[in-house]
């Protein structure tokens, strides 16, 4: 079982920026896709972004495009989202997944195509 454990979140005026990062408890997380999700308070949870085993292939939806990045690090075991230019529709608890499909692609968007998940952390966005 991997055990992901995220950092990062906070309060930030919209505009601003914050940096996730999620670290694996084991090595085999080089081999694996991972992504971000998040959910707001009354909504199900939203694919935001995903990223390949070896960095060569990122993956965002539409809503984040342009602001945030994926990206990660194999010697550390870990993750990081990079959010800039936030929005108060940004608002959520984010999560990290892995998806255990050794040197699989960066294109599973669904909640359901990833099998370990963080805790979640909070972000919020002020206007």
């Known amino acids: 079982q991997v055990q992901l454990v995220e950092s990062g979140g906070g309060l930030v005026q919209a505009g601003g920026s914050l940096r996730l990062s999620c670290t694996a408890s084991?090595?085999?997380?080089?081999?694996?896709?991972w992504g971000w999700f998040r959910q707001a308070p009354g909504k199900g949870r939203e694919f935001v972004a995903a990223i390949n085993w070896s960095s060569a292939s990122t993956y965002y939806a539409d809503s984040v495009k342009g602001r945030f990045t994926i990206s990660r690090d194999n010697a550390k075991n870990t993750v990081y989202l990079q959010m800039n230019s936030l929005k108060p529709e940004d608002t959520a608890v984010y999560y990290c997944?892995?998806?255990?499909?050794?040197?699989?692609?960066?294109?599973?968007?669904?909640?359901?195509?990833?099998?370990?998940w963080g805790q979640g952390t909070q972000v919020t966005v002020s206007s």
């Open positions: 084991t090595r085999t997380f080089y081999a694996y896709p």
């Open positions: 997944a892995v998806r255990r499909s050794p040197y699989g692609s960066a294109s599973y968007i669904g909640e359901y195509d990833y099998n370990d």
